[in-house]
């Protein structure tokens, strides 16, 4: 599933803007900087809750103990780590593209900096190219 389809799944998800945002590679992927193979989306904790009953959606546990909901290709997280992140400024800060709302490029190389995986590597080196940094 190429980006424009990911997107295009999300927005058929109807979610209210100001209670999520995207995430993840989501940013890089909007802006063709990155092919995504899924997509993660911050939530608040009402709109996880509501996701959290509903049948096509399943809760999922990392090996740190953080919970998620995934329904195929997309991740409804109501935390987001590492670091200590402000989910409802990071949503009200979004930028809209596209119709949809996408965490700021800078909040993005700063979680793939404190991340540091091999994979995060690169994207840094492509944020900061496309920022100019």
């Known amino acids: 599933m190429n980006n424009k389809e990911l997107f295009q799944k999300v927005k058929e998800l109807k979610l209210p803007i100001g209670e999520y945002a995207l995430f993840g590679s989501a940013p890089l992927g909007i802006r063709e900087l990155k092919n995504c193979h899924d997509i993660d989306i911050i939530a608040t904790e009402n709109l996880w809750k509501e996701y959290s009953n509903k049948k096509d959606w399943q809760i999922k546990e990392m090996a740190d103990g953080n919970k998620y909901l995934c329904n195929n290709e997309i991740e409804l997280w109501k935390d987001w780590g590492p670091g200590n992140w402000d989910i409802k400024q990071l949503i009200k800060e979004a930028e809209i593209i596209d119709g949809l709302p996408f965490v700021k490029l800078e909040k993005v190389l700063e979680w793939k ?16 190219n496309f920022l100019r940094i």
Do not use: Y
């Open 113 to 128: 900096r404190l991340n540091h995986r091999e994979k995060d590597l690169k994207d840094i080196e492509i944020i900061e």
